[in-house]
């Protein structure tokens, strides 16, 4: 009796993993044990869409799940193109991709309705030399300097809790063509922030492409290696769907 109560405890909590991971509406509260959930953070391993090599698929965003809306931080990697002479040059550089998930319920997100902010790699550095007083604030408008500036703009903002112990992570999504304006506020522990601080520290070289350099890959990798992150853009093409 034992034996087959924790065989459907381990089923539903593997059912749970594999919802949050594939991004469906799941409600956390199903088989899993949350001993705090205002706090709780997690790291996934797998998942659809997200090809960084040739031999298969990983997605290892760092998430934070809190009462109002969920944060997913994960790294983008650069595309890159070959010239006639055989070097390969970035195409484009990577991001670090911070997505917003709102809560719809206790312990509830509605991914479908996630919004996205890429983080360049200066806005990294800025985020990653932030102190424990300080805060930061970053403006995204798809078309600025053009006459339909304005249009659609995102604002995110970093800033500390006035009592310490903290962050607070804000975006502001605002789209006057669809007459919408989404926000999201997101706490984070020092803990997590920490976290997405030395996550960030380390993939900045891999957004950036240097990674390719240190590690002296041969002239002649294929091609499909060279461009297997095209796949992640996604993310980033999409960050101005909505």
Known sequence: MMKLSRL???????QSSKNLLYGKDVNL????????????????????GQTLGVK??????????KGKAALSVTPVLPTFTKLDSGLRVVDRHGVMMLKFIP????RKYDWEKKQLFALNATEVGSLISMGSND??????DPSMLSSNAGQVRKSLSIKPHATGGGYMISLTVVNNILKTRDNFAVPFTTAEFAVV????????????????LTNKLPRDLPEAHASSSKVDRRDLDTEWDR
Not at 200 to 207: G, M
């Open 29 to 48: 509260s199903d088989g899993l044990p949350l001993h705090s959930f205002t706090s709780r953070a997690g790291i996934s391993t797998a998942g659809p």
């Open 8 to 14: 459907l405890l381990n089923s539903s909590r593997n």
């Open 197 to 212: 601080k030395t996550v960030c520290s380390y993939a900045l070289p891999h957004i950036l492409g240097w990674d390719r």
């Open 103 to 106: 809560a719809i319920g206790e």
């Open 135 to 140: 805060s930061c604030e970053f403006f995204h």
């Open 56 to 65: 298969g698929s990983i997605a290892a965003p760092y998430t934070v799940y």
